[in-house]
């Protein structure tokens, strides 16, 4: 009698257990992201959570503090910008200073964590290999909201510790207000990641919703003194400011949050469960049948025309927005110093309106730089899914190739910059020509942090990503550490720092051209490495 061996039961996908493999997701997602983690939480966390020592030290006595809270939340343009001062005690302050930005930041940390653990592992390839093994259908959305989960209660805690000496309950609702919008933009990009069939179009598109929820805040506070307006209650960046930490807290807004996280998260669930692996709900159109694009550099641009288009439509809009609110800024500063003071650390030693609109000007430099480095990045995503492979092994040399790709981040950054300029000069109504000046004065820093993610992904591709980080880094670093009065030796980390605050004073060449060598010595080293260098498999 011959006996029959019966093959093991292999169970594929998971299953009947949607979350199986989730731990194991989880760690190699924490391993993955061991650098650029800890970065996004320690300076955002850190930063605000150690901002009262700045406030402190320039407003030392009620009397100022009650004269900046008075003529901040008087001013229109102002209060779009930053909101309304609730409280004038040095917790309000920090609050009504750094929650706008902070929950910016905490926002655009949570997309990138989410759309690069879900939707780029698909469209790499690498969730179709996972997903040969025991891993439930459901198991990388939770480890990637699980990873944002742990970073934003990681800075909600930094911010409550850091500001606990002021009022407890105070800070523990600043905290949870930025976490909590962290984790509401986390389900946000999660249904994106499921609607959308690449990691690009995913981030685009969640970055484009944070847009109108910033500008729809900024619309309610420019048109009430108390964040009453409607608009601020159909954006949640206006719910985390009713919130009112250091103000009477609002603990009830936690429940809207809470509500609106589960909401979105179970959408995404829902969604998830109701498509196949690497497809998506809305599909990108085919190609025509008879392809046209002669050139490398031709592909990377047909490849990268919308976003740049998005992000130049962004600019200008925004430029619109706050060159309009110039003249309203030297309205309100006056005779008071202490007003003068703030701006002149953000915006640079010359009259206040040259200062605003330096400081708006610094604003547009650091957020295009968010441009630049996913630019370069694009590199990184062509070579991990695979399909910069059939095109090297053409005559198609790698430098040529990235190349094109590396135009348009350069060039791109410089495009939106002027775009900017464009957009401020609009809004303001004058000085064309010295807006232009100062917002191409930015494009050497954007080049330097584009240089260094480009040597990053062609030294050491596992950690081509950490460019977000130090893109991160840098805007936390210009955004918050003028108001906390950092030393300026810690502001020259990044290279913002180095850059003449324009309009206003007088040109300084040397820390330009030395930015501008140094963008040059970095794309050398960069295009050098990627040429020696193995591809990713």
């Not at 939106?416 to 000085?431: P, Q, T």
């Amino acid at each position: 009698m011959t006996a029959v061996a019966v093959p093991a039961k292999v169970e594929r996908g998971g299953g009947s257990r949607p979350f199986a493999g989730t731990g194991t997701l989880f760690r190699l997602a924490m391993r993955r992201d061991r650098i650029m983690l800890p970065v996004w939480v320690l300076v955002v966390g850190g930063v605000v959570g150690g901002g009262a020592g700045g406030i402190e030290k320039v407003y030392d006595t009620a009397a100022k503090r009650a004269t900046l809270a008075e003529d901040m939340t008087g001013n229109s343009s102002l209060r779009a910008l930053y909101g309304p001062v609730f409280d004038d005690s040095i917790g309000g302050l920090v609050a009504w200073r750094y929650g706008a930005f902070a929950t910016v930041i905490a926002a655009v940390m949570s997309l990138i964590l989410v759309v690069r653990h879900t939707r780029e592992e698909e469209e790499t390839g690498r969730q179709e290999m996972l997903s040969s093994t025991m891993v439930g259908r459901r198991a990388p959305l939770t480890a990637a909201l699980t990873v944002a989960f742990i970073a934003n209660a990681g800075i909600t805690l930094l911010v409550a510790g850091g500001l606990s000496s002021q009022d407890k309950n105070g800070a523990l609702a600043f905290g949870l207000a930025i976490g909590a919008v962290g984790m509401l933009f986390a389900g946000i990009a999660a249904i994106i990641a499921q609607l959308t069939e690449t990691a690009r179009l995913a981030k685009g598109l969640t970055a484009a919703v944070l847009g109108v929820m910033f500008l729809l805040r900024a619309a309610g506070d420019s048109a009430t003194d108390d964040a009453s307006s409607p608009l601020n209650w159909i954006s949640p960046l206006g719910w985390a400011e009713n919130m009112r930490p250091f103000a009477e807290e609002r603990w009830g807004l936690l429940g809207l949050f809470t509500v609106a996280i589960l909401l979105t998260v179970s959408a995404a669930y829902a969604l998830a469960a109701r498509r196949d692996l690497g497809m998506s709900f809305l599909p990108t159109r085919p190609g025509p049948a008879q392809g046209t694009l002669a050139t490398a550099g031709g592909l990377a641009w047909r490849l990268q025309r919308g976003s740049l288009l998005g992000w130049s439509l962004g600019f200008l809009l925004g430029g619109i927005v706050f060159g309009g609110m110039t003249d309203g800024a030297a309205d309100l500063v006056g005779d008071n110093e202490s007003t003068r003071d703030l701006f002149e650390r953000m915006g640079g030693q010359s009259g206040i309106t040259e200062a605003f609109l330096s400081s708006m000007v610094g604003l547009f430099g650091m957020v295009a730089a968010l441009f630049a480095v996913a630019s370069v990045l694009r590199l990184y995503g062509e070579e991990t899914s695979q399909r910069a492979e059939p095109l090297l092994s053409n005559a198609v040399s790698r430098v040529s190739w990235a190349a094109g790709h590396l135009v348009i981040a350069f060039g791109g950054a410089a495009l939106i910059m002027m775009v900017s300029g464009v957009g401020l000069s609009l809004g303001y109504g004058k000085e064309f020509p010295e807006i232009m000046g100062a917002c191409l004065v930015q494009v050497p820093a954007i080049w330097t942090l584009a240089g260094i993610t480009l040597v990053l992904y062609a030294l050491v591709p596992k950690l081509a990503t950490a460019g977000w980080a130090v893109a991160g880094a840098c805007l936390a670093l210009g955004w918050i550490g003028p108001a906390a009065d950092l030393p300026q030796s810690v502001m020259n980390i990044s290279p913002y720092g180095h850059l003449p605050k324009l309009p206003g004073p007088e040109m300084e060449w040397t820390p330009v051209l030395v930015l501008l060598l140094l963008s040059v010595a970095l794309v050398a080293i960069g295009l050098s490495g990627l040429r020696r260098r193995d591809q990713i498999s």
